[in-house]
């Protein structure tokens, strides 16, 4: 095992009821920007929930955080949360709207251009606490420091990572979810088998609990991802959808073992170009990877396949193919289509992909480095 340190500074107040415990956690005096999405809150009652929870405190509202969130508009609310000296962000919502707060909270006090937060690696002093209340189990964005930001004019999807912002508490209330429509089901899902993947699918470093850690999550994914399509108001399905998503990316099965991040990074550029949602962009690129990574990451793929999947006969290069198959068919069995083509992205298209992964300095990508950007246009070709 390798080295490391761990802290989680998240407070998770989980199950039915659990938005009442907000009140106690903001500050004296609170001042709350309450920043939401396109506003599927005030379509499920949890809008109204959150204001009532918010009736002591003085509110400023901001709507219209994008799927994807755009630097323009969390500029915007910057400007919101300054103008009006906002002490606290509660985010209501998906890992979009919590990773925009993330974004905002650590630019309203930052004086240079808040791009260089995403994009340069800028410090930033004094930033705004955050809260989070989730509605799509996802991306971990609740109990996490990471933030990934889009930048339409210039094609650019970019993140920045700081403890500093991670949120202090997140109400995970499995019934928040039952609105989802099932595409975003679909899209939870798969982005936290991705998330597991990343920090798993590499190679071994003699860690055994992580490895258990990470199967066990992969495997509640495969059995409650389908029946969560099936049955959306099962409260136990949703439950345990939603806590997996969020130890998927909390960061600790990810310690002491390698990581891997290169079909996100990957996947990031067709969010970027093609406005794909993000976890399509996972299910297209990682089928495609686990084939041409299959030599580094073969005893890992041996042992996801078995104990995941079941896959015990065969020599290890059908075992191998047996396992990229059963996770290209997980994604499909929650109609998430694999192919570049199945999205209308044009194999011509892939030189784009590959120029803006120059661009953005992706060209030494997974656990070994060894992705340059021959060998994403290889597994892009392979995706095609
Ligand atoms: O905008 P609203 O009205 O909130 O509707 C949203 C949005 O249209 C809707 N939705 C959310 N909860 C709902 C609901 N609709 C009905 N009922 C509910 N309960 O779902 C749509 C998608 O929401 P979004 O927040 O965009 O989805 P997700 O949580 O998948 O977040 C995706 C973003 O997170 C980033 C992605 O790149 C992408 O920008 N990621 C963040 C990570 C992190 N912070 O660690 C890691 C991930 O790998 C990922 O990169
Ligand atoms: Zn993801």
């Not at 920043?35 to 109204?48: A, C, E, M, P, R």
């Not at 509640?220 to 409260?235: F, I, S």
């Amino acid at each position: 095992m390798l080295n490391f340190n761990f802290k989680n500074q998240t407070e998770i107040l989980f199950g039915q009821g659990q938005l009442s415990e907000v009140p106690a956690r903001l500050p004296a005096n609170a001042k709350v920007l309450f920043l939401y999405g396109g506003g599927s809150i005030k379509n499920n009652g949890i809008y109204d929930q959150v204001m009532r929870t918010l009736a002591d405190a003085d509110v400023v509202e901001f709507q219209g955080v994008e799927p994807n969130p755009e630097y323009e508009t969390l500029m915007k609310a910057v400007h919101t949360a300054r103008d009006n000296q906002v002490n606290f962000i509660l985010a209501v919502g998906g890992g979009s709207v919590i990773d925009g707060a993330k974004f905002i909270a650590a630019a309203v006090n930052f004086e240079g251009n808040p791009w260089d937060i995403l994009v340069a690696g800028a410090s930033f002093d004094n930033p705004l606490p955050v809260g989070a209340v989730l509605t799509l189990p996802a991306t971990g964005s609740e109990s996490n420091g990471n933030s990934v930001v889009t930048r339409k004019e210039t094609a650019q999807k970019r993140a920045f990572s700081s403890e500093s912002v991670q949120p202090v508490f997140a109400v995970l209330d499995p019934e928040f979810t039952f609105s989802l429509p099932p595409r975003q089901v679909s899209n939870g899902v798969v982005d936290a088998f991705v998330h597991v993947i990343e920090q798993y699918l590499t190679y071994p470093v003699n860690a055994p609990l992580q490895d258990r850690f990470a199967e066990g999550i992969l495997q509640t994914l495969v059995t409650e991802g389908p029946k969560a399509l099936a049955t959306p108001e099962d409260y136990d399905v949703r439950a345990n959808v939603m806590w997996s998503a969020t130890m998927a990316l909390n960061g600790l099965i990810g310690k002491g073992v390698p990581q891997d991040w290169a079909t996100h990074m990957i996947g990031h550029e067709l969010t970027a170009l093609y406005n794909l949602d993000h976890a399509v962009t996972l299910a297209i690129v990682l089928p495609s990877l686990m084939y041409v990574q299959r030599d580094q990451k073969k005893a890992k793929i041996l042992q996801l396949g078995e104990r995941v999947f079941g896959i015990t006969s065969g020599d290890d290069a059908t075992r191998i193919d047996l396992t990229i198959k059963a996770v290209q068919d997980f994604f499909e069995c929650m109609q998430i289509q694999t192919r570049l083509s199945d999205h209308n992205v044009e194999k011509a298209g892939i030189d784009d992909i590959v120029a803006n992964l120059e661009r953005n300095g992706m060209t030494a990508l997974g656990e070994h480095g060894d992705i340059d950007l021959a060998r994403a246009r290889e597994i892009l070709t392979l995706a095609a």
